[in-house]
């Protein structure tokens, strides 16, 4: 699940919403892996990672607009052991182009 504004909502439900553009990636100069925890708490919303209702990416005092980044599935193969065959837990990665991040504090 992915954290949209307060809200925990699947991909489906960012599809059915026409939130979500298929196979767009964004070019980057430096480009980074996030993998970000949506299920994270914490005083102020600002501090979880999250995406605005608007599209942009908000993580670690960061904010990414929509062109900066892309989401995507992944699988921890590293944390897989052979005993709980077919529970493989699935990450949410966001790649990021880190010179087109933000500053929160900029405001």
Same mark, same amino acid.
């Given at each position: 699940?992915?954290? !949209?504004?307060g809200?925990?909502?699947?991909? %489906?439900?960012? #599809? *059915? @919403? #026409? ?9 980057? =100069?430096?480009? &980074?892996?996030?993998?970000? *925890?949506? +299920?994270? +708490? /914490? ?6 990672? $999250?995406?605005? @209702? *608007?599209g !942009?990416?908000? $993580? ?7 062109? /900066?980044?892309? !989401? ?6 590293? @944390?897989? *052991?052979?005993?709980?065959?077919? %529970? $493989?837990?699935?990450?949410? #990665?966001?790649? =990021?182009? &880190?010179? #087109? ?7």
């Amino acid at each position: 699940k992915i954290r !949209v504004g307060g809200s925990l909502v699947s991909f %489906k439900w960012l #599809k *059915d @919403q #026409k939130m979500l553009k298929e196979g767009t990636t964004p070019r980057c =100069v430096e480009p &980074e892996e996030v993998f970000p *925890d949506f +299920t994270e +708490t /914490a005083t102020s919303e600002e501090n979880v990672p $999250h995406f605005s @209702q *608007d599209g !942009v990416f908000i $993580h670690e005092l960061r904010y990414y607009r929509p062109a /900066a980044y892309c !989401v995507d599935g992944e699988l921890d193969t590293e @944390q897989y *052991d052979e005993e709980e065959e077919g %529970k $493989h837990p699935s990450y949410i #990665k966001v790649m =990021v182009c &880190e010179e #087109k991040g933000e500053s929160m504090g900029g405001c």
